[in-house]
């Protein structure tokens, strides 16, 4: 684990995030495929479990 300020990273599109769980993934897996399909790069989660579940559902 470390620190989230890291310099080779930048931030952009930040979204408000939908109150239904099914739409939050929804949501992110729109986006990655119509602005990133070809791009790297991190979601964020609050816990390391919420993190694993959404990479199985994406």
């Known amino acids: 684990m470390q620190s989230f ?3 080779n990273l930048y931030y952009a599109a930040v979204q408000p995030k939908p ?4 739409k939050v993934v929804q ?5 990655i495929k119509s602005q990133h399909a070809t791009h790297t790069g991190i ?3 609050f816990l390391k479990s919420e ?5 199985e559902q994406l």
């Not at 109150?19 to 099914?22: C, D, L, N, T």
């Not at 949501?27 to 986006?31: D, E, K, Q, T």
């Not at 993190?51 to 990479?55: I, T």
Request: overall charge positive; hydrophobic content about 40%.
């Open 19 to 22: 109150s239904m769980k099914k």
């Open 51 to 55: 993190c694993e579940e959404l990479a």
């Open 27 to 31: 949501a992110i897996a729109g986006f």
């Open 43 to 45: 979601v964020h989660g």
């Open 5 to 7: 300020n890291r310099p």
